[in-house]
């Protein structure tokens, strides 16, 4: 393929950028206790909540920002930050599709997210994010028959205080990392799901979140607590308007998953990844963690498309025996995208299990890795890990690497990791092309063959946006 | 600012006058150097408290005389060889006799004025002293080291045998280890580093920087082996640069210890340089051992295997960490590593991370490790055979890291070690000898 191609290839614009305009409810950049105040009075925040905030500011202003990670981005401002901001409609908020803002519709529609549409076709449930706070909740009349717990984790917080009091914070503890700290302080909303025991939620939960309002972080906090012996599919999907403005994501997703449970917690991510230049774009910091107890299982499934900088590692904690612990994921970078993402595996109980397939394609000038850690404990008899990561490196200006730390302190344990690096192959595309097809479509082809395995985890309603977005992504970085 | 690099501050070292200027270099690197902590990624896993607890620097090795020989003899093996004893050269032990024309093997000390030339020349040209902490410590405090040249389109007849030989004295003492390698274009050699000392056990802190400049074409197959008494401190490393179409075999053999650690660096700076890069660690006991292999490839069509395998028993501790770095420029690599690890005990530990770190697209790269006890349906078959489970897991263990004993192309070097690792495995010699038999 000659490099115009490529170069035209390359070129292709984001399709998902454009700004809705909706009037914003903006705190002013900069935080302090005030701001912090501010947002849990603006929330109905009992006093608890508000302590758990301050404490964690304290914490955080103790903290250093990690440099670890592979990748390189300006130093951010946190006094430039706006730490809140709510849709001006939510005074009187929807308790229908119908009454929600239409021009909010509007942007859903554009998107290609048929908000009122699922309703009828796939029965999944969606709590719309727009920027910081729910407008948007439906089927929870279902899901309240079989006596799910699915909100507005600001909700959860005033109607079910000693759930969220007792896992909250359980699985990333406020000083966990930097960006925790920073999101236990000032989170705006995000998800609450509580399953309770032995039930097998009759849907799949589904949340899109969109940051929309300029400069403004968007600090989600995500909270899944699967009972005893019960069953959740938890899908979340993302996509953000062109900005030239770097944009703070730095969400938590805690996932509890106790005795016999089954949480499976998909991801298809899409943020603006910067123009061809590498200006603009999404910095992503996010801390995911699950926790699964005896005999659970936990599996993230995440499709990574977007965002400028991605700082990502999707974990569990093996604390039960016989847990299992799973991690598909597809990373694509282009242009000037830099993505740091894996996961770690943390055996403590025995027998347990994990497996790891992850698949990075970078393509453009952009950076790509893979970090993973596998941890045997002293106590983790009989446990298991597979793991493997490959690399699909596309144009010549793009890096891809693995870092994978194994740790063993048992013998009965066994690790296996695997990684291979190597480019689209020139036999493979030649043979396409002699068959008629182009060479955008058989890099297509070659790549999607090279997620499979991955593809394969997505519930149904995911595998189509995910295919599609990363085929949209691809378009722009074939050579 | 830690103990040991305060007390390092005040030190002046002796030797050469030429050599003045390598220490001054070395000394200022280690102003503004920093003393590893847990959270310095490359010493993350191996702790360096023995050097904190024990004060080696104070004192320098000196020089015993008796009968050594017994500690380093290999069978069968004609070789040219040079002993140090503390660190200091014994002319009993060693023997040049017969160096073709063409080839220089001399100490730092005896060099004339056109070796000076070349040291100053090349000593210090592969290392980055300033990435590496110990090799600035040791280049602040050489004295003395070995010179080999081998010049152009001269294969070397016989290997070349460097000695370092410890034995405990009254105090805690150091040892600064240095050897340079220069072969020049289509030259070819032999080189074998081992490392020994007395039964008794040691206190001796030994750090050692072994530079090996490969020029176009020329081939090097080199050894490094640690076989000191468990009590011995180690800290070294070796540094290789690569020119076009050279070719580097080294395989490297450790014995754990209180602190051992051994940094490999290949450089791969000219087009269709190859490598290959073996390695065995056993540590045992309480000890700890770790080795960092770094594979550098600057330039387009070079290729690297590397291979490297432990065996962890009892508390021992092993950290492997294997980082290949594909340049930009470096498009057509072909890089493999594999890296496999054997747990004999509950209280064993081992850390690995095989590391690519990738900014070219037409390579083709590849690593794995593995972590996992015997295998099980192997011990069976042995039971089944009546063979006792205590025999049958030194067979095993033996046969995961016979692959690479056997394959050394120096056979006496393999007679030599396959004895020694027996031993290690808490058999008697005339297992060996079946071993072999079988073959």
Same mark, same amino acid.
């Given at each position: 393929?000659?490099?115009?191609?490529?170069?035209?290839?390359?070129?292709?614009?984001?399709?998902?950028?454009?700004?809705?305009?909706?009037?914003?409810?903006?705190?002013?950049?900069?935080?302090?206790?005030?701001?912090?105040?501010?947002?849990?009075?603006?929330?109905?925040?009992?006093?608890?909540?508000?302590?758990?905030?301050?404490?964690?500011?304290?914490?955080?202003?103790?903290?250093?920002?990690?440099?670890?990670?592979?990748?390189?981005?300006?130093?951010?401002?946190?006094?430039?930050?706006?730490?809140?901001?709510?849709?001006?409609?939510?005074?009187?908020?929807? =308790?229908?599709?119908?009454?929600?803002?239409?021009?909010?519709?509007?942007?859903?529609? =554009?998107?290609?997210?048929?908000?009122?549409?699922?309703?009828?076709?796939?029965?999944?449930?969606?709590?719309?994010?727009?920027?910081?706070?729910?407008?948007?909740?439906?089927?929870?009349?279902?899901?309240?028959?079989?006596?799910?717990?699915?909100?507005?984790?600001?909700?959860?917080?005033?109607?079910?205080?000693?759930?969220?009091?007792?896992?909250?914070?359980?699985?990333?503890?406020?000083?966990?990392?930097?960006?925790?700290?920073?999101?236990?302080?000032?989170?705006?909303?995000?998800?609450?799901?509580?399953?309770?025991?032995?039930?097998?939620?009759?849907?799949?939960?589904?949340?899109?979140?969109?940051?929309?309002?300029?400069?403004?972080?968007?600090?989600?906090?995500?909270?899944?607590?699967?009972?005893?012996?019960?069953?959740?599919?938890?899908?979340?999907?993302?996509?953000?308007?062109?900005?030239?403005?770097?944009?703070?994501?730095?969400?938590?997703?805690?996932?509890?998953?106790?005795?016999?449970?089954?949480?499976?917690?998909?991801?298809?991510?899409?943020?603006?990844?910067?123009?061809?230049?590498?200006?603009?774009?999404?910095?992503?910091?996010?801390? =995911?963690?699950?926790?699964?107890?005896?005999?659970?299982?936990?599996?993230?499934?995440?499709?990574?498309?977007?965002?400028?900088?991605?700082?990502?590692?999707?974990?569990?904690?093996?604390?039960?025996?016989?847990?299992?612990?799973?991690?598909?994921?597809?990373?694509?970078?282009?242009?000037?995208?830099?993505?740091?993402?894996?996961?770690?595996?943390?055996?403590?109980?025995?027998?347990?299990?994990?497996?790891?397939?992850?698949?990075?394609?970078?393509?453009? =000038?952009?950076?790509?890795?893979?970090?993973?850690?596998?941890?045997?404990?002293?106590?983790?008899?009989?446990?298991?890990?597979?793991?493997?990561?490959?690399?699909?490196?596309?144009?010549?200006?793009?890096?891809?690497?693995?870092?994978?730390?194994?740790?063993?302190?048992?013998?009965?344990?066994?690790?296996?990791?695997?990684?291979?690096?190597?480019?689209?192959?020139?036999?493979?595309?030649?043979?396409?092309?002699?068959?008629?097809?182009?060479?955008?479509?058989?890099?297509?082809?070659?790549?999607?063959?090279?997620?499979?395995?991955?593809?394969?985890?997505?519930?149904?309603?995911?595998?189509?946006?995910?295919?599609?977005?990363?085929?949209?992504?691809?378009?722009?970085?074939?050579? | 600012?830690?103990?040991?690099?305060? *007390?390092?501050?005040?030190?002046?070292?002796?030797?050469?006058?030429?050599?003045?200027?390598?220490?001054?270099?070395?000394?200022?690197?280690? $102003? +503004?150097?920093?003393?590893?902590?847990?959270?310095?990624?490359?010493?993350?896993?191996?702790?360096?408290?023995?050097?904190?607890?024990?004060?080696?620097?104070?004192?320098?090795?000196?020089?015993?005389?008796?009968?050594?020989?017994?500690?380093?003899?290999?069978?069968?093996?004609?070789?040219?060889?040079?002993?140090?004893?503390?660190?200091?050269?014994?002319?009993?032990?060693? +023997?040049?006799?017969?160096?073709?024309?063409?080839?220089?093997?001399?100490?730092?000390?005896?060099?004339?004025?056109? *070796?000076?030339?070349?040291?100053?020349?090349?000593?210090?040209?592969?290392?980055?002293? +300033? %990435?590496?902490?110990?090799?600035?410590?040791?280049?602040?405090?050489? !004295?003395?080291?070995?010179?080999?040249?081998?010049?152009?389109?001269?294969?070397?007849?016989?290997?070349?045998?460097?000695?370092?030989?410890?034995?405990?004295?009254?105090?805690?003492?150091?040892?600064?280890?240095?050897?340079?390698?220069?072969?020049?274009?289509?030259?070819?050699?032999?080189?074998? !580093?081992?490392?020994?000392?007395?039964?008794?056990?040691?206190?001796?802190?030994?750090?050692?920087?072994?530079?090996?400049?490969?020029?176009?074409?020329? $081939? %090097?197959?080199?050894?490094?082996?640690?076989?000191?008494?468990?009590?011995?401190?180690?800290?070294?490393?070796?540094?290789?640069?690569?020119?076009?179409?050279?070719?580097?075999?080294?395989?490297?053999?450790?014995?754990?210890?209180?602190?051992?650690?051994?940094?490999?660096?290949?450089?791969?700076?000219?087009?269709?340089? +190859?490598?290959?890069?073996?390695?065995?660690?056993?540590?045992?006991?309480?000890?700890?051992?770790?080795?960092?292999?770094?594979?550098?490839?600057?330039?387009?069509? %070079?290729?690297?295997?590397?291979?490297?395998?432990?065996?962890?028993?009892?508390?021992?501790?092993?950290?492997?960490?294997?980082?290949?770095?594909?340049?930009?420029?470096?498009?057509?690599?072909?890089? !493999?590593?594999?890296?496999?690890?054997?747990?004999?005990?509950?209280?064993?530990?081992?850390?690995?991370?095989?590391?690519? !770190?990738?900014?070219?697209?037409?390579?083709? %790269?590849?690593?794995?490790?593995?972590?996992? $006890?015997?295998?099980?349906?192997?011990?069976?078959?042995?039971?089944?055979?009546?063979?006792?489970?205590?025999?049958?897991?030194?067979?095993?263990?033996?046969?995961?890291?016979?692959?690479?004993?056997?394959?050394?192309?120096?056979?006496?070097?393999?007679?030599?070690?396959?004895?020694?690792?027996?031993?290690?495995?808490?058999?008697?010699?005339?297992?060996?000898?079946?071993?072999?038999?079988?073959?």
């Amino acid at each position: 393929m000659s490099q115009e191609q490529i170069d035209s290839l390359i070129r292709k614009e984001y399709s998902a950028g454009f700004v809705t305009q909706i009037e914003s409810d903006t705190l002013p950049p900069g935080l302090d206790e005030d701001v912090i105040r501010f947002i849990s009075a603006k929330k109905d925040e009992p006093e608890w909540m508000l302590e758990w905030r301050l404490k964690a500011y304290r914490t955080w202003r103790e903290m250093t920002e990690p440099t670890w990670a592979h990748v390189s981005y300006p130093k951010i401002d946190f006094d430039q930050i706006s730490y809140y901001s709510a849709p001006k409609s939510l005074a009187d908020k929807p =308790k229908s599709l119908d009454e929600v803002d239409p021009q909010l519709l509007e942007t859903y529609k =554009k998107l290609g997210i048929p908000l009122h549409e699922q309703e009828m076709l796939a029965g999944v449930a969606v709590d719309a994010v727009f920027d910081s706070v729910s407008v948007a909740t439906t089927f929870r009349e279902k899901l309240k028959d079989a006596g799910v717990i699915f909100c507005p984790i600001s909700e959860a917080i005033r109607e079910y205080p000693e759930l969220v009091q007792k896992y909250l914070g359980s699985v990333v503890p406020q000083k966990d990392n930097y960006y925790a700290a920073l999101n236990s302080a000032v989170f705006s909303d995000g998800s609450f799901v509580y399953i309770p025991k032995g039930v097998r939620c009759p849907m799949e939960l589904s949340t899109y979140f969109r940051i929309n309002e300029s400069k403004t972080g968007q600090f989600e906090r995500t909270l899944i607590i699967a009972d005893e012996g019960s069953q959740v599919s938890y899908l979340e999907g993302c996509t953000a308007p062109m900005r030239d403005e770097n944009q703070l994501h730095a969400a938590v997703v805690e996932l509890v998953a106790l005795d016999n449970a089954y949480i499976k917690y998909s991801t298809v991510q899409n943020w603006y990844p910067g123009d061809a230049q590498g200006k603009g774009g999404i910095y992503n910091f996010v801390t =995911k963690r699950a926790v699964a107890h005896t005999n659970a299982r936990v599996s993230w499934t995440q499709v990574e498309t977007g965002s400028a900088v991605t700082w990502k590692y999707p974990s569990c904690v093996l604390k039960g025996d016989n847990s299992v612990g799973e991690f598909y994921s597809v990373a694509l970078t282009n242009n000037f995208q830099q993505a740091d993402t894996g996961t770690k595996m943390i055996h403590i109980g025995k027998n347990t299990r994990s497996t790891i397939v992850s698949k990075g394609i970078s393509a453009g =000038k952009s950076s790509n890795a893979y970090r993973g850690l596998v941890r045997m404990n002293p106590g983790a008899s009989g446990a298991r890990n597979y793991t493997q990561c490959d690399s699909l490196l596309i144009g010549d200006q793009c890096a891809a690497h693995t870092f994978p730390y194994i740790e063993s302190k048992n013998p009965s344990a066994v690790i296996e990791h695997e990684a291979t690096t190597s480019k689209v192959s020139d036999d493979q595309l030649f043979l396409c092309q002699q068959r008629g097809i182009s060479a955008e479509k058989a890099v297509s082809m070659i790549v999607n063959g090279f997620c499979k395995e991955v593809f394969k985890e997505l519930p149904m309603e995911f595998a189509v946006e995910a295919g599609k977005l990363l085929e949209v992504s691809l378009e722009g970085s074939v050579g | 600012m830690s103990q040991f690099l305060e *007390q390092l501050a005040s030190l002046r070292a002796g030797g050469p006058a030429w050599l003045q200027a390598v220490h001054d270099a070395g000394a200022a690197i280690l $102003r +503004d150097a920093a003393w590893p902590t847990r959270k310095t990624e490359s010493w993350k896993y191996t702790s360096l408290r023995p050097l904190e607890h024990i004060n080696f620097l104070a004192e320098r090795g000196h020089a015993i005389n008796a009968d050594l020989s017994q500690h380093f003899a290999i069978a069968n093996f004609d070789a040219y060889r040079l002993v140090f004893v503390n660190g200091v050269f014994s002319a009993n032990l060693s +023997d040049l006799q017969g160096l073709p024309a063409g080839v220089e093997l001399i100490r730092f000390a005896d060099a004339n004025a056109s *070796q000076q030339e070349l040291l100053v020349k090349y000593l210090n040209s592969v290392v980055e002293a +300033d %990435c590496h902490l110990f090799a600035a410590v040791n280049q602040q405090l050489i !004295e003395d080291g070995v010179f080999l040249h081998v010049g152009k389109n001269i294969e070397l007849n016989k290997p070349v045998q460097i000695v370092w030989l410890s034995s405990a004295q009254e105090k805690p003492f150091h040892i600064p280890q240095r050897f340079l390698l220069l072969a020049e274009n289509h030259s070819s050699v032999i080189l074998v !580093e081992q490392f020994v000392s007395t039964a008794d056990s040691q206190n001796s802190f030994t750090h050692g920087v072994t530079e090996l400049c490969l020029q176009d074409g020329a $081939r %090097c197959e080199h050894y490094r082996i640690h076989l000191e008494e468990q009590s011995a401190v180690h800290v070294g490393g070796v540094y290789a640069s690569l020119a076009a179409n050279s070719y580097l075999d080294s395989f490297h053999l450790g014995l754990g210890g209180p602190l051992k650690r051994v940094d490999v660096v290949i450089n791969h700076n000219g087009p269709g340089a +190859d490598c290959q890069l073996n390695g065995v660690y056993l540590p045992q006991g309480n000890q700890q051992i770790d080795y960092h292999t770094t594979i550098e490839h600057r330039v387009p069509n %070079c290729t690297t295997q590397e291979v490297f395998r432990g065996i962890v028993a009892d508390n021992a501790k092993a950290v492997f960490n294997g980082r290949i770095h594909i340049h930009p420029q470096a498009q057509k690599t072909r890089a !493999e590593l594999s890296n496999k690890n054997l747990l004999l005990s509950d209280k064993a530990e081992v850390n690995t991370k095989p590391e690519l !770190e990738i900014y070219a697209d037409d390579v083709q %790269c590849a690593h794995g490790a593995t972590v996992a $006890r015997m295998d099980e349906n192997a011990l069976h078959y042995f039971l089944m055979r009546g063979i006792s489970r205590k025999e049958a897991e030194v067979m095993l263990s033996f046969g995961f890291i016979n692959e690479l004993i056997g394959q050394l192309k120096q056979e006496a070097l393999t007679d030599y070690l396959r004895p020694v690792l027996t031993h290690w495995f808490g058999r008697e010699t005339s297992l060996v000898d079946e071993l072999a038999a079988a073959e």
